[in-house]
């Protein structure tokens, strides 16, 4: 086959066939050798697209093998390649032996996402890693980062150095006058950036600089230091401004605007205040100062010089601030960092977000390091899809691994579209694949010809469409980096906005010619001398509102256009429930869809549901009066309105809030359920699930309309909650505070207008698009960016506030930078939008404060004539099945049933009776004993198991108790859980034997500075394997420095205790 040794690289725009194109190439390598399947790797980013990919190779090789119509353009073009070297029998039956062989070998078709790929490298290198062989991959970081955090502040003591920086900066905040004090949110979000890959690559110098002792407090010092260093220079620099111009009798009416010009600006530095910089310095440096013509030549050198320094001093000081700014965030971030860390080591837990770091970690730079060794003997030819979404360390690593291969004479292949990266904030760099022509390594062999042929025709949408977005985006282009290069003239970042959109342009299918519709409406055009000022930002909301459904209306019932046809995808989540209301309200009859417009906290029932389980989770069972625990009073009232007016129909006014504040208990028992205050401590120990059930019950739920899918997704989620974390009710709140209540439903699979995300809709494709609301801002948001900033002292990178601020600092290049990428991002926001429309795009702007995408789309459509084309109908295609309709039921039942994984481990299949029995509560006594460390801790460990559903039975509960007071009865076993030792339950001890790394794990180990004692906790009979399992575990305490240890084990079964000697 042609093209060996290269690495080919196709740039695929919006509908242009890629998939084709990519299974045209897989297949042509089986149809050389269908053993190859085993031997091409091909990665892309999403499960959704990996399957997607899987499926088309399989059917298009069974279609050709089979000779199906479905699969003859495919066949047409292989036909066409292999014309000289095989004919159309070989090419069926090729295809048919690969298929065989794939079918059959179905784990070697290594189709997969890259962090698939990646993970599998990694547990190949576990013991490389530290890792264990059984390590578990999580693939939530933001809920693995809420926990830390929460661990983290739980923990800290008053003076530590946890409590510390959360007192530093509950400080700055109060010095700035914030308003958010939601500090465990904020520190959780700020934390993300723990997997930021700029920080991730400056860990370990981070780490070394900040382990100094005080690093954080000295660097806060010095940079105030230096700010108050600076001010008195700028103090200094104005006051010499004022004497230069009584030396030469200068006075402010002679100064260009006097008092509030320049004069006035240096005037008010001299002393000590921080005014703005007049707008004519700040747009012409050059501007006059004086108004007389002949003094301003004399003057203005020196007055330039003076201005340019406080210009400097400025920056300085900005420097300082941008850098102050998240300084307490970035210790804060640190302890986030090893709190995290330290629960990955505990739980055996690793991060998939840390996968492509650990690797380009030991990669180093090596061309094929060990870590390929087996993978670069298996791949011959490697696939990467989607390649603009890349990171930088994915990239990396991939490079060994890509050489390898080409050095080998096999081919690779890179496929993506710059234009439509939009996930950037994953660390995602399109400039990788923006600049892959000047890769050195791959210098010579890169081909960026031969798939671009196959690439350069639009197959999806109309020709009006295509048309359209040719021009509109080649118009753009130039007009976005023109904005650009008049804010920084030096910069040649601009050229990057153009290398992004070289390929814009599209052939049209001749199947589409001479169809299609595109409309701009423009609201601002419209016509509002009538509208106040002051009431035009609540019209214009209005109005974007009203268009939407004007054009949905005309769609449907003048243009034949069905619901399920038409998409509406907006840049905002916050618009989708604002739209999916809106609609409702003015168009009931039409059914909308939408799987991000449903959060789980906008239903009412489980807004009742939640209330409920604070006022059981905040129950002591002791009696207040109305003023004292005001919090809890609140949850109380709130669910007793909530209740009286969504379940029971009754409106609660002003009064009778006043009411149920001031009601007693008794009172609140009338005006919620009947059984729910009385039966408070019933509740507060059932099983998690079973608790869901009952409040469900209790509050009568299922009267309130349209729960059930918020319900049904709900109590998935429940059980999935207890299946990975255990039946904590606390937990469970923590967890729908900081992460559930924003899951979405899944939209019903029913026909209606689509409503979605420009995210979400990438790689789909709608007969009709409605973009509304297309006004957001070209500059990006407030996010953070690491800045390189080492003095070889403190942090080598910094995390600073993107904010206009920042130009004037010392990290100015990299706000340009950011800057010219969020216009890239934004305006490839606007092509996935765009793009995603087959047969008609309604595009629908207004006006908005800043750079928007109002002024690219007003600037690109000037001269066009729109709308062009006519509204295409609702083409005929494929009927859905019916769906069929589900609701949410109580069934009045009681069942008896464990609900969590922790109860099955208490429950023997083969054994009867009283055997059982024991069995049962001397595995429970067992599990006690290693979750607890003193003997104040037995009643939380017996709550929990009690919802964990693992003491449902009130006997069996009862017997437990009385066995663990006859336990801890003996004087022996009482002492081992006295707070006077130190203790490690179920800790690990790692000992090496034959060259092999094993875990060892004593039920119980306590110390202090006399003695160590390890207990082994055992509900069988006497066995002689245990002394010696314990005489190791001696042993191996005491080459570990561990002094006078003594071994025992304790029978519970009979309460016997036994020493064991080494």
Not at 125 to 147: F, G, I, P, S, Y
Not at 572 to 592: Q, T
Request: with cysteine; charged share 25%; net charge negative.
């Amino acid at each position: 086959m042609t093209n060996i040794g290269k690495l080919k690289v196709g740039r695929a725009s919006a509908g242009s066939g890629k998939t084709f194109t990519l299974t045209i190439e897989y297949i042509s390598l089986l149809l050389d050798q269908p053993e190859n399947y085993k031997h091409i790797l091909a990665v892309t980013f999403t499960n959704k697209a990996t399957n997607e990919m899987k499926s088309r190779i399989v059917d298009t090789l069974h279609g050709i093998a089979t000779n199906d119509p479905d699969s003859d353009k495919y066949f047409s073009v292989l036909q066409e390649r292999f014309k000289d070297s095989m004919s159309e029998l070989s090419i069926r039956k090729n295809c048919q032996r690969a298929l065989a062989l794939i079918l059959h070998d179905y784990s070697h078709f290594r189709i997969e996402t890259i962090d698939s790929f990646f993970q599998s490298i990694i547990r190949d290198l576990a013991r490389e890693l530290n890792l264990t062989a059984n390590l578990r991959v999580d693939l939530n970081q933001e809920e693995a980062l809420a926990d830390a955090v929460h661990k983290m502040i739980e923990r800290m003591r008053q003076g530590d150095s946890v409590y510390n920086a959360v007192l530093a900066y509950v400080q700055d905040k109060l010095n700035n006058q914030e308003k958010n004090w939601k500090i465990e949110n904020e520190v959780t979000k700020f934390s993300q950036n723990i997997f930021n890959e700029k920080y991730l690559q400056n860990e370990k110098l981070i780490n070394e600089r900040t382990s100094k002792k005080g690093f954080f407090v000295n660097y806060k010092q010095d940079l105030y230091q230096a700010k108050e260093a600076i001010q008195q220079q700028h103090r200094e620099n104005a006051q010499s401004f004022l004497q230069y111009c009584e030396e030469y009798a200068l006075e402010p009416p002679m100064f260009i605007k006097g008092q509030t010009g320049v004069y006035g600006f240096l005037s008010k530095i001299a002393i000590g205040k921080s005014p703005k910089i007049p707008a004519a310095l700040e747009e012409d440096p050059d501007a006059a100062w004086l108004k007389d013509e002949e003094l301003n030549r004399l003057h203005q050198p020196r007055f330039k010089q003076m201005f340019e320094r406080e210009m400097e001093l400025r920056g300085q000081e900005k420097t300082c601030e941008a850098i102050l700014k998240n300084l307490n965030q970035m210790s804060l971030l640190k302890m986030v960092d090893t709190t995290l860390r330290n629960i990955n080591n505990e739980t055996n837990r690793f991060i998939l977000a840390d996968t492509a770091y650990k690797l380009n970690e030991i990669i180093n730079g090596n061309d094929i390091p060990f870590i390929y060794e087996k993978a670069a003997s298996s791949f011959k030819y490697i696939m990467i899809d989607e390649f603009q979404d890349t990171s930088e360390l994915q990239w990396k690593n991939f490079i060994p691994l890509i050489k390898e291969c080409i050095d080998r004479g096999c081919m690779c292949l890179i496929v993506g579209d710059v234009k439509q990266s939009i996930y950037r904030w994953r660390n995602s760099d399109w400039s990788i694949l923006n600049n892959i022509g000047k890769n050195v390594v791959f210098r010579g062999v890169i081909d960026e010809e031969s798939l671009q042929k196959a690439l350069d025709t639009n197959r999806r949408s109309d020709e009006h469409i295509v048309d359209f977005n040719n021009k509109f985006f080649i118009k753009a282009r130039a007009d976005v980096a023109s904005h650009f290069r008049q804010q920084y003239p030096i910069s040649t970042d601009s050229k990057e906005i153009e290398t992004a959109y070289n390929e814009v342009e599209q052939h049209q299918d001749a199947r589409h010619a001479g169809c299609g519709y595109v409309e701009v409406v423009d609201l601002d055009k419209a016509d509002q001398q009538d509208v106040q000022e002051n009431e035009k930002d609540e019209a214009g909301k209005d109005r974007m509102l009203d268009e939407v459904v004007r054009i949905v209306h005309n769609l449907i019932y003048n243009q034949h256009v069905q619901a399920n046809d038409i998409a509406i995808l907006i840049r905002y989540r916050r618009h989708l429930k604002k739209i999916s209301n809106y609609l409702k309200d003015v168009m009931p009859e039409v059914k909308v869809v939408s799987d991000e417009a449903y959060q789980l906290d906008a239903s009412d029932a489980l807004d009742i549901m939640m209330l409920a389980m604070k006022v059981i989770a905040n129950y002591t069972g002791q009696a207040y009066e109305p003023n004292q625990r005001p919090f809890y009073i609140f949850l109380f009232m709130t669910l007793a309105m909530k209740y009286q007016t969504l379940v029971c129909g009754k409106q609660v006014t002003s009064e009778g809030a006043e009411q149920v504040l001031q009601a007693t208990e008794e009172e609140w028992a009338d005006m919620l359920p009947e059984g729910f205050v009385e039966r408070m401590e019933e509740l507060q120990v059932l099983p998690l699930y079973e608790l869901c059930v009952e409040l469900h019950r209790l509050f009568r739920l299922d009267t309130l309309k349209n729960q059930s899918p918020y319900l049904f997704c709900f109590m998935d989620e429940v059980a999935a909650f207890v299946e990975d974390k255990g039946a904590d009710l606390h937990g469970l709140i923590n967890y729908w505070e900081e992460t559930l209540h924003t899951k979405t439903i899944p939209a019903a699979s029913i026909s209606g207008i689509q409503l979605m995300s420009i995210h979400k809709s990438k790689g789909l494709e709608f007969h009709t698009v409605i973009l509304p609301y297309c006004n957001w801002g070209m500059e990006g948001d407030e996010t953070i960016i690491w800045c390189e900033h080492d003095d070889g002292e403190h942090l080598p990178v910094i995390p600073v506030q993107f904010n206009k601020d920042l130009h004037e600092t010392a990290f100015g290049k990299y706000y340009e930078q950011e800057k010219m990428k969020n216009y890239v991002d934004n305006l490839n926001l606007l092509y996935v939008a765009f793009t995603r429309a087959v047969h008609n795009l309604f595009i629908v702007t207004d006006k908005e404060k800043g750079y928007t995408t109002q002024d690219v789309i007003r600037s690109a459509t000037e001269g066009m004539k729109l709308p062009i084309g006519t509204i295409v109908p609702h083409c005929a295609s494929k009927a859905r099945e019916n769906s069929i309709e589900v609701d949410y039921m109580d069934n009045d039942m009681k069942v008896e049933f464990r609900q969590s994984n922790r109860s099955k481990e208490f429950v023997a299949d083969n054994e009867t009776g009283e055997e059982m029995s024991y069995i049962s509560k001397g595995l429970v006594v067992h599990k006690i004993f290693e979750s607890i460390r003193y003997l104040n801790d037995i009643p939380k460990v017996m709550n929990q198991l009690r919802q964990e559903g693992v003491l449902s039975d009130k006997t069996f509960a009862d017997e437990l108790e009385q066995m663990i007071a006859q336990l801890i009865g003996n004087p022996q076993a009482r002492n081992w859980f006295d707070p006077s030792w130190k203790v490690q339950n179920e800790c690990s001890i790692i000992t090496v034997e034959k060259g092999v790394a094993l875990s060892k794990r004593p039920d119980r180990v306590i110390y202090n500075e006399n003695e160590t004692i390890v207990i082994d906790y055992k509900t069988g009979q006497k066995n002689a394997d245990y002394k010696w399992q314990v005489r190791k575990y001696i042993n191996l305490l005491k080459k570990m420095g561990m002094h006078n240890v003594h071994g025992y084990l304790w029978y519970l079964k009979n309460n016997e205790i036994e020493e064991v000697r080494s």
